[in-house]
């Protein structure tokens, strides 16, 4: 699945989508796609990342405590 690095605009591959969707991680594996050759992966945390139409992730895969009111 790629999406985009809200900082950079840069497009990334997620490696691990598991760690995607748990909300309780925090960071999530992902590839680089600018350039011509494909960039080591690396963890990047989760806050950082927007689909490439620009809207935010989905609460339910950042906030394991997104049901619980405060």
């Not at 490696?15 to 995607?20: A, E, K």
């Not at 494909?38 to 990342?49: M, R, T």
């Amino acid at each position: 699945m790629f999406l985009k690095e809200m900082r950079s605009g840069d497009l990334v591959d997620v490696v691990d989508m598991s760690s995607l969707v748990n909300p309780f991680t925090q960071h999530v594996t992902v590839q680089y796609q600018s350039g011509e050759d494909l960039a080591d992966p690396v963890a990047i945390d989760k806050q950082q990342l927007a689909f490439p139409s620009g809207e935010d992730l989905p609460e339910c895969w950042i906030n394991g405590y997104y049901r619980v009111k405060p």
